[in-house]
């Protein structure tokens, strides 16, 4: 892929942002292998416990130095396969220890890493592996009841520029003809040689691509976010920054627990495929040296078992789970989050009385975290917001005069407020506009971004998408008001309503349609299908289901909700408008 055979940000940008000391000359893999030097006997990663009915496979425990020695063995046999430095391995895993195996041996050899969701299809990947151009593609086995291998090799033929498939896990498997099985082990001097004589050779860059994870907008289509070593080691920070200025207390004053470091355990229960699992946790835990135990998916059984089991002291969840596990007294009741100091959220507007109920009941101060795989970077810490419904309502302001913030991200971050009608800028409070946001750690583009609406203004502000207003009696403060974009939020996973419009107009039953998000207590958004049928035809939820499925699309993009109608409501411009199909909260 060309767009990674050179570095993602222009030279003048690296070379403002070094001078500044908002970047530095380091990789996410040297972090990687200095701890590995550091810590080699000291556990560094642990399985999820429900591993083996998750794929077949044991759950293990790593130290340090164990994940070094099968990072260089899988490292070593990606050179053997023809991947180095410039290629891009897509790869489908749950969370795991494989799952981060695999980031490190590509990063340690200068490749990128594009995670797919579990739930993709074959849909899905086609899509995505043709339009960033995937070189190699690892995937586990199984998951579940499915066949992860055999879906991606059925559409072997569409892959156009796919070339080498691989199958990772150390359970025995079938072989199958063009897949390369690799099953994790501890490196010999051989390939410790091997890699380290590329690494010489071929040095990365930290300008280089890392990842290429995946968002949908409006276009329908999902769009591929590149990010170098540069941008996600500067966005860290922003998380850090918020876990250390963040103290559980039953009051409004902070409690001294220090900065997060090798003591700390994090558990990951965010698909690692994303900002929230990439920024939230696996930069974290290589910053530190800590602790990070897997979880996927989400059970509350097992995810209270692995707080108790590891002593877990960082966690962050979605909102909803949040406010459904506080409202669960039995649950409650009956497990052990004594080791708890730091838990954040976000994903959705957090709701006051949740971010109170886990201040006063548990005595924990829910971190506000409002970003995006672009580099969206707001985040309400228990330090700036001491109060837990300012906290929930609202973000730092950064830039506005008189207000000190304790990250030094409000250093280097700029936020603007543009009326999305006039195309102004918004100074004064209470009066909707669209986020716009600068910084460094904001990525370098999208894939084939040339033929994409560009994302920044003339000033190099990220266009978010989200509407927010000033508030504060200082015009301190950002409060969120709505998203400017349709986009549906299912339990953390973003769905796009033009992908499954396009997709049902096919339907032969059906004219029109808009797709539309129904509020969720514990998902947030459902999706639901508001259908104008052709003349004489009719249709059934379950028949429409029947449809999509057969597209291969992802289970959590399909509607549970079907509505018939005579004709869409519509503005005087033709544009239907969507609030008026929106199922109303009960």
């Given amino acids: 892929m060309d767009q990674l055979s050179h570095g993602l940000h222009p030279q003048s940008r690296v070379d403002d942002f070094l001078a500044r000391g908002w970047w530095a000359n380091e990789t996410i893999d040297g972090l990687f292998w200095q701890r590995v030097s550091e810590r080699p006997d000291a556990l560094a990663v642990t399985d999820p416990l429900n591993r083996e009915s998750l794929d077949g496979e044991t759950p293990r425990r790593l130290t340090w130095g164990e994940i070094g020695s099968e990072v260089t063995w899988l490292a070593a046999r990606l050179l053997e396969r023809g991947i180095g430095r410039g290629d891009l391995i897509g790869m489908k895993l749950p969370n795991s220890i494989e799952q981060l195996e695999v980031y490190l041996a590509a990063w340690t050899i200068g490749a990128a890493v594009s995670p797919l969701a579990m739930q993709y299809r074959e849909h899905e990947l086609v899509a995505m592996a043709n339009n960033a151009g995937f070189d190699a593609y690892i995937c586990g086995e199984s998951f579940g009841d499915r066949s992860i291998i055999d879906e991606a090799v059925s559409v072997r033929e569409q ?122 946790m696996l930069l974290p835990w290589l910053r530190t040296g800590c602790v990070l135990v897997q979880h996927h998916p989400f059970d509350a059984p097992i995810f209270f078992a692995q707080v108790a089991r590891e002593r877990v002291t960082c966690t962050i969840l979605p909102p909803a789970l949040l406010w459904m596990l506080l409202n669960n007294e039995q649950l409650l009741s009956q497990v052990d989050l004594s080791s708890l100091t730091r838990l954040g959220s976000g994903s ?189 035809a009719q249709l059934t939820l379950d028949e429409l289901l029947d449809f999509l499925r ?10 549970e909700r079907l509505q018939l109608i005579d004709a869409l409501p519509r503005n005087p411009v033709g544009k239907v408008l969507k609030r008026e199909l929106r199922k109303q909260p009960a």
């Fill in 550 to 559: 057969e597209r291969k699309i992802a289970s959590f993009k399909l509607p």
């Fill in 159 to 280: 892959l156009q520029t796919v070339r080498e498939f691989i199958s990772i896990g150390r359970a025995a498997a079938e072989e199958r003809e063009g897949v390369t099985r690799l099953q994790p082990q501890a490196a010999n001097e051989a390939d410790e040689a091997a890699v380290a004589a590329y690494r010489e050779a071929h040095p990365n860059d930290p300008n280089d691509c890392t990842t290429i994870c995946w968002t949908s907008g409006t276009e329908g289509q999902p769009k591929g976010v590149m990010r170098a070593h540069y941008d996600w080691l500067n966005f860290s920070w922003a998380v850090l920054d918020a876990l250390n200025g963040h103290g559980s207390a039953t009051d409004d004053s902070a409690a001294e627990i220090g900065e997060l470091d090798h003591n700390d355990v994090l558990l990951n229960p965010f698909p690692l495929i994303n900002m929230a699992g990439v920024c939230g």
């Fill in 348 to 536: 959705a507007p957090l709701q006051p009385a949740m971010v109170r109920g886990w201040q006063e009941k548990m005595g924990l101060k829910v971190i506000n975290f409002f970003g995006s795989n672009e580099g969206v970077a707001l985040l309400s810490s228990g330090e700036d917001f001491p109060n837990p419904d300012d906290r929930a309502n609202f973000f730092p302001r950064y830039g506005a005069e008189g207000a000190e913030w304790g990250s030094r991200v409000s250093k280097w971050v700029r936020v603007k407020l543009i009326d999305v009608e006039t195309g102004e800028l918004v100074t004064e409070a209470g009066h909707p506009g669209e986020l716009y946001i600068d910084g460094p750690q904001l990525f370098a583009g999208y894939v084939n971004g040339a033929n994409l609406a560009d994302p920044f203004d003339a000033e190099g502000y990220l266009k978010t998408g989200d509407m927010f207003e000033i508030a504060g009696e200082h015009e301190q403060y950002l409060r969120y008001v709505d998203r400017a974009k349709d986009l549906i939020i299912r339990g953390g996973m973003n769905i796009a309503p033009v992908e499954l419009e396009q997709l049902i107009t096919e339907h032969p039953a059906v004219l029109e349609v808009a797709v539309v998000g129904d509020p969720d207590e514990v998902f947030g958004e459902r999706v639901a299908a508001v259908v104008v049928l052709r003349p004489e």
